[in-house]
């Protein structure tokens, strides 16, 4: 599903990732681990297509997305690739629903194509009910789930998340944690999650460890 050969990335004198080998199957829950600096976030953005490697080829899906045109990467993000970050990220003067939809405007469909995806996944997220409550109305753990929904929407091989439990409670938190595995159980996404959270690292399929932009 995903594969990384010696992918290396500097900014300016500082090379962040030194040559990262990396597989990835399909359906697999992979947590990231290791000290701030250690390089976590540049290569899961590296791998999201969000930022290109200085040398070094990425595979997604079977795509050599490093070969892709800016334009064909964009689109290629779009329909396989969702993103969960630390903070929600959601528009506040939208509703849950439209958070969702977004991405899959961005995609090209109707809006009412769009509009039952998005109902279809927030039912299945357990939140139909906050359908039209906007940011300010939710909880943390339900603003967090609506982003989940957000990345699910385009039906993505690919679910990187960042720190994605890093501002909730412990219960939101766990609730957060199974919902992963829930979804891969259900749709067999692929997830790759930077995480601090030790817990959440013990119970993914494979823990991946930096240091010093090395994998250890």
Same mark, same amino acid.
Request: charged content about 25%.
């Given at each position: ?20 080998? +990396? ?10 681990? !290791? ?42 993000? %779009? ?44 039912? +299945? ?14 909880? !943390? ?12 929407? %385009? ?10 439990? !890093? ?50």
């Amino acid at each position: 599903m995903i594969e990384l050969k010696n992918i290396t990335k500097s900014f300016g004198s500082l090379q962040v990732l030194k040559g990262i080998d +990396l597989e990835i199957s399909k359906g697999e829950v992979v947590s990231i681990v !290791g000290p701030s600096g250690a390089g976590k976030t540049t290569l899961l953005q590296i791998m999201g297509t969000l930022d290109r490697p200085d040398t070094g080829t990425l595979y997604v899906d079977g795509v050599a997305v490093n070969e892709l045109s800016e334009r064909k990467l964009s689109a290629f993000r %779009n329909q396989h690739i969702g993103f969960v970050f630390q903070f929600h990220q959601l528009l506040p003067e939208f509703t849950a629903l439209e958070n969702v939809m977004i991405p899959a405007y961005i995609a090209g469909l109707s809006n009412k194509e769009a509009q039952g995806r998005a109902a279809e996944i927030l039912d +299945l997220l357990g939140l139909s009910a906050r359908a039209l409550h906007k940011s300010n109305e939710l909880s !943390g753990g339900e603003k967090q789930r609506v982003a989940v929904a957000r990345a699910l929407i %385009n039906r993505p091989s690919v679910i990187l998340a960042d720190e994605p439990s !890093g501002s909730l409670d412990t219960k939101n938190k766990e609730e957060l944690h199974q919902l992963f595995f829930d979804l891969r159980d259900k749709l067999q996404q692929t997830f790759v999650i930077v995480t601090h959270d030790e817990k959440l690292a013990t119970l993914t399929d494979r823990t991946i460890h930096m240091v010093d932009g090395l994998i250890v």
